[in-house]
Nanobody, 122 residues
Framework: QVQLVESGGGLVQYGGSLRLSCAAS????????MAWFRQAPGKEREFVAR????????YYADSVKGRFTISRDNAKNTVYLQMNSLKPEDTAVYYC???WGAGAGPREYNYWGQGTQVTVSS
């Protein structure tokens, strides 16, 4: 079992920045892929970014490439999502997820956090 707890959401103005954190506990994350998804009201959950815990390899959705950065801290068992140049269309509930060898589909992830709200005002 992996427990995930997100933090760092909030209200920010257009062009601002936020850093989300996802603290993981329960077991080693070696071999896992950690990802961030988001879901806006009335829309499906969409992939944002992922990082392979062991290699550190990252992958981003086109909509956030160049603005968001996913990273991990092995010692703290924590994944981060640094979000810069935020836009109103980034407004959503952001979820942290963990899955063994997972890709970009939400169904590939077994463990989910409770979500944290990010609101970008125009």
């Amino acid at each position: 079992q992996v427990q995930l707890v997100e933090s760092g959401g909030g209200l920010v103005q257009y062009g601002g920045s936020l850093r989300l954190s996802c603290a993981a506990s329960g077991r080693t994350l070696i071999g896992y892929v950690m990802a961030w998804f988001r879901q806006a009201p009335g829309k499906e959950r969409e992939f944002v970014a992922r990082i392979t815990w062991g290699s550190g390899r990252t992958y981003y959705a086109d909509s956030v490439k160049g603005r968001f950065t996913i990273s991990r801290d092995n010692a703290k068992n924590t994944v981060y999502l640094q979000m810069n140049s935020l836009k109103p269309e980034d407004t959503a509930v952001y979820y942290c997820a963990a899955g063994w060898g997972a890709g970009a589909g939400p169904r590939e992830y077994n463990y989910w956090g409770q979500g944290t709200q990010v609101t970008v005002s125009s």
